[in-house]
């Protein structure tokens, strides 16, 4: 048993590092997020994962379209890239807590360990350490379901096939949101991308997973995984809100997409 805290490893570089300014932030966006109401709980949401000043606007609409049912949540599974570490397969955090200015939030270790039991789910804290984007995901769950436990994924080389059969044993768990971290297009010209983004934003809709490679999604991997059981199980995704960094904070030269997406 790990009691170990992973600290948080980029406060004051995706988002603040003062807890007061951080909750300020999230509450401002989570106030301007609009959500559409009268859909049923979701099942799984799509968020970004930029620096706040970018994507925390979209990030918010998806992490609060499911807040109507934070009472009901006890757990978020938290799946997204590994962008600094070679992995093979998926990857569990042998930590108890991880830290973010907001404080420590407990994670499901017994739900880990069930995992491992897959052949291509391993441990690693390696892997976890630096990368950001699970944890710019966790002031949001912090601020919005306080109440539940997180259960974060890296996905590496894993299979459509493999994400998928992960996540079935939690598709129809009601206390459990499945979330993917991915953010859209990179480095494209502003016009460029809104084309782009808007042909994968369909390809999402319409549970295309096939099409979406890592030039449309860096999180692919994770999100074709959660496209191809929501086509399997009929369920319908919404996009809830598509932009880009020319839209936020950067550039119009060289922007990288986001967008939000909930599965009914």
């Not at 009691?3 to 909750?23: H, K, T």
């Not at 894993?158 to 990179?186: G, K, M, N």
């Not at 809709?205 to 991997?221: K, L, M, N």
Request: aromatic share 6%.
């Amino acid at each position: 048993m790990h009691s170990s805290i992973r600290p948080a490893a980029v406060a004051g570089l995706f988002y603040p590092r003062e807890s007061g300014e951080l909750a300020q932030l999230l509450q401002g966006y989570l106030c301007q997020a609009s959500v559409p109401e009268g859909r049923g709980r979701p099942l799984a949401i799509v968020t970004p994962h930029a620096g706040y000043v970018y994507s925390g606007s979209t990030a918010a609409v998806a992490w609060a379209s499911a807040s109507s049912w934070a009472d009901q949540i006890q757990r978020v599974l938290l799946l997204g890239p590994a962008h600094r570490v070679a992995l093979r397969g998926i990857a569990t955090s042998p930590a108890a807590a991880w830290q973010t200015p907001l404080g420590a939030v407990a994670l499901d270790q017994r739900g880990a360990r069930q995992l491992q039991e897959l052949p291509f789910v391993v441990e690693s804290a390696l892997a976890h350490a630096e990368e950001h984007s699970l944890e710019v995901q966790v002031p949001f769950i912090q601020t919005l379901y306080p109440h539940a436990q997180l259960l974060p994924l890296l996905v590496g080389d894993a299979s459509p096939e493999e994400v998928a059969e992960l996540l079935r044993p939690y598709w129809h768990d009601p206390h459990t949101l499945i979330a993917i971290s991915t953010d859209l297009s990179h480095y494209h010209d502003y016009a460029t991308a809104q084309q782009l983004d808007g042909s994968t934003a369909l390809a999402i809709e319409q549970r295309r997973w096939s099409v979406i490679g890592p030039e449309q999604a860096c999180g692919c991997r994770a999100l074709n995984g959660l496209l191809q059981l929501a086509g399997e199980e009929g369920r319908p995704v919404q996009t809830l809100a598509l932009c880009n960094s020319g839209d936020t904070a950067g550039d119009k030269r060289r922007v990288v997409g986001y967008g939000a997406f909930v599965v009914h």
